[in-house]
């Protein structure tokens, strides 16, 4: 069996929900205190054995692709000023894994993005990082899915439970328990709007691991709702012939899409930072008694 050593995180969409900023400032590049949400991802791969990943991007988001490139102009301004930390933390960002960039020059959807990623991938087995998701965990989520497709060699979606209320904005998942964590799935609904259409409460948030096959499956996939390819309608093909892999991950999952997302992010993770903690802390509580 191959081992995963290659990623795609589709970073094409619009970021609607994070309307007006997201306009001229990708959602991929804001910040989580001092870094984008886009390290967090790439890191997280690198963390997982992951050592070529390709980012699938669109018009106007060439600042992502700045961001993990060499600049000589900081370089000179670092070293001139003696900021010798931020200048090797900055070469490590450079040289974290092989980042490679594509544009998606439609937005047709997760399941086009995936397929742009074919000649990358080959015949390889391959993760799936969710721009949208930052996920931060003891033991990094792609590498608890990499984990459970070494065991089981079949495509691994990452779930969670979701309110039933919830799922009318995420897919529904048809299992069978395995054992602790992993069910095997033999179907699954995208974004069902009744109860009779749902499966159970466990959905897809943010972290898949795919097998090569799931290519041809997109290519005779038919476009879905709102005219896009979802992804989610491939592999609920894969689900109910050969069986789908769904791994109930441990980790803490931040939506980068949303407002509220981005600004829990920004306030759990500056709680943790080692130059903020101490003093972000206390204005939080000096700040909790006025409310």
């Keep these: ?80 000023k003696g900021k010798i930390a931020e200048l090797e933390d900055m070469r490590r960002v450079c040289s974290l894994a092989n980042v490679y960039f594509l544009r998606q020059k439609e937005a047709k959807g997760l399941g086009h993005a995936v397929l742009c990623a074919e000649k990358f991938i ?26 459970a497709y070494e065991k089981y060699g079949k495509a691994v979606v990452g779930v969670c439970e979701v309110p039933y209320e919830d799922l009318k904005k995420y897919c529904s998942m048809k299992v069978e328990p395995i054992c602790e964590r992993t069910y095997m799935t033999t179907d699954m609904v995208e974004k069902p709007q009744t109860k009779e259409e749902m499966f159970s409460n466990l959905s897809i948030l943010g972290r898949v691991v795919l097998t090569p096959d799931i290519f041809d499956i997109l290519k ?26 769904s791994y109930e991950y441990e980790g803490r ?3 980068m899409g949303s407002k509220l997302g981005f600004l829990k992010a920004n306030v759990e993770m500056a709680l943790q930072h080692p130059e903020l903690k101490d003093s972000f802390g206390a204005y939080l509580k000096e700040l909790v008694k006025t409310l």
Excluded: H, W
């Excluded at 015949?123 to 969710?130: G, I, N, Q, R, T």
């Excluded at 996939?221 to 069986?243: F, I």
């Design 1 to 80: 069996m191959k081992k995963i050593t290659k990623a795609v995180i589709p970073a094409a969409g619009l970021g609607t929900r994070m309307l007006p900023i997201s306009r001229t400032v990708p959602k991929e590049i804001l910040p989580i205190v001092d870094r984008p949400s886009m390290e967090y991802l790439v890191r997280e791969a690198v963390e997982s054995g992951i050592t070529d990943i390709l980012i699938i991007t669109g018009r106007n988001k060439e600042v992502i692709e700045n961001y993990f490139d060499y600049s000589i102009e900081y370089k000179d301004t670092l070293e001139a």
């Design 122 to 147: 080959g015949d390889e087995p391959f993760a799936v990082l969710y721009g949208d998701d930052v996920m931060v965990a003891e033991k990094p989520v792609t590498k608890q899915l990499c984990e």
């Design 220 to 245: 005779n996939t038919p476009y879905g709702r709102g005219g896009e390819l979802q992804l989610t309608d491939a592999m609920k093909q894969l689900a109910r012939t050969v069986g789908v892999i």
């Design 253 to 255: 999952r931040y939506d």
